[in-house]
């Protein structure tokens, strides 16, 4: 599987963004889809994660209520909308895929995408 972000940039803080990876190969389908970041001077951290049929989602506590994962296997993509963002969500953000959701939490996936950059202004 290979994945490519796309969405990323500038916005003010209450701002909106909606991130897409696109994902190519022939086992998309049947993986578990996730969005990771990384800040600056931080070590890369879990957002959000989605099951194969989208029926199963996880979020990490702190972007609950604001980011929502979203897939659309007719595109081979998922998506990151991302609401009411904060200065704290400044980060690059990096597309995954695995194939347990469990891996994929805790952070051991197969394959990552490029990162995009997310920048949030106060």
């Known amino acids: 599987v290979q994945l490519q972000a796309s969405g990323g940039g500038l916005v003010q803080a209450g701002g909106s963004l909606r991130l897409s990876c696109a994902a190519s190969?022939?086992?998309?389908?049947?993986?578990?889809m996730a969005w990771f970041r990384q800040a600056p001077g931080k070590e890369r951290e879990f957002v959000s994660a989605?099951?194969?049929?989208?029926?199963?989602?996880y979020y990490a506590d702190s972007v609950k209520g604001r980011l929502t994962i979203s897939r659309d296997n007719a595109k081979n993509t998922v998506y990151l909308q991302m609401n009411s963002l904060k200065p704290e969500d400044t980060a690059v953000y990096y597309c995954?895929?695995?194939?347990?959701?469990?891996?994929?939490?805790?952070?051991?996936?197969?394959?990552w995408g490029q990162g995009t950059l997310v920048t949030v202004s106060s």
């Open positions: 190969g022939r086992t998309y389908s049947s993986t578990v």
């Open positions: 995954a895929a695995g194939f347990q959701m469990g891996t994929v939490v805790g952070g051991v996936v197969d394959y």
């Open positions: 989605i099951n194969w049929n989208g029926g199963v989602t």
